[in-house]
């Protein structure tokens, strides 16, 4: 199984980014796809869910800011950032889980900074 996720990057404040994570080696279409984030110093955090049926869920910080959607067709899940702020600073991971059965990938690196 292989998670990449990629799209990370040094953006400003403000500023708008997409991460993607294509996975390998599992049935996409029937996971729970989701993105996490760890900050330097702080626990690793949910960002969003998108569950194999399509509904999404969000953390409060970034509702309104982030979207999450998917494309099984394609086997990757997305997260669309808004209005980003120097607090979303963090390495970026998605998670794939299936009967309680996860996989991570590598995270990718999101720096808001002016």
């Known amino acids: 199984v292989q998670l990449q996720a990629s799209g990370g990057g040094l953006v400003q404040p403000g500023g708008s980014l997409r991460l993607s994570c294509a996975a390998s080696?599992?049935?996409?279409?029937?996971?729970?796809m989701a993105w996490y984030r760890q900050a330097p110093g702080k626990q690793r955090e949910l960002v969003a869910l998108?569950?194999?049926?399509?509904?999404?869920n969000y953390a409060d910080s970034v509702k309104g800011r982030f979207t999450i959607s998917r494309d099984n067709a394609k086997n990757t899940v997305y997260l669309q950032m808004y209005s980003l702020k120097p607090e979303d600073t963090a390495v970026y991971s998605c998670?794939?889980?299936?009967?309680?059965?996860?996989?991570w990938g590598k995270g990718t690196q999101v720096t808001v900074s002016s």
């Open positions: 080696g599992i049935i996409f279409r029937n996971y729970f």
């Open positions: 998108v569950s194999s049926g399509g509904t999404t």
């Open positions: 998670h794939a889980n299936y009967g309680g059965v996860g996989y």
